[in-house]
């Protein structure tokens, strides 16, 4: 079972930018696509951002519009986002996933085609 542990969170200001990392306990993360996830308050899962398991593929919902980038150090085992112009409504828990399946990218903007999750780091952007 590969274990995921996220690092990187924090408190920023709005206009800030966050790096968060994922790092995973199993070589078998190289096989694995790698998505993000967020939690808003009372609310389902929110997909933020997938990469496959070369890197060559990634995949934003449209309403992001550049905010967040996904990539992946296979050497390192850890994948991770990068979050500019943060803004106070990005105040959230911020979660990785890996999947072992193979699909279309576009499917992996469902939570139910992970495995396994990691606890989350906090991000609070303050105004």
């Known amino acids: 079972q590969v274990q995921l542990v996220e690092s990187g969170g924090g408190s920023v200001q709005a206009g800030g930018s966050l790096r968060l990392s994922c790092a995973a306990s199993?070589?078998?993360?190289?096989?694995?696509?790698m998505g993000w996830f967020r939690r808003p308050p009372g609310k389902e899962r929110e997909f933020v951002a997938a990469?496959?398991?070369?890197?060559?593929?990634?995949y934003y919902p449209d309403s992001e519009k550049g905010q967040f980038t996904t990539s992946r150090d296979n050497a390192k085992n850890t994948v991770y986002l990068h979050v500019d112009s943060l803004r106070p409504e990005d105040t959230d828990v911020y979660s990785c996933?890996?999947?072992?399946?193979?699909?279309?990218?576009?499917?992996?903007?469902?939570?139910?085609?992970?495995?396994?999750w990691g606890q989350g780091t906090q991000v609070t952007v303050s105004s």
């Open positions: 996933a890996s999947s072992r399946r193979s699909y279309s990218m576009t499917r992996f903007t469902r939570a139910y085609e992970y495995d396994t």
């Open positions: 990469i496959s398991w070369s890197g060559c593929s990634t």
């Open positions: 199993q070589r078998t993360f190289n096989a694995s696509v």
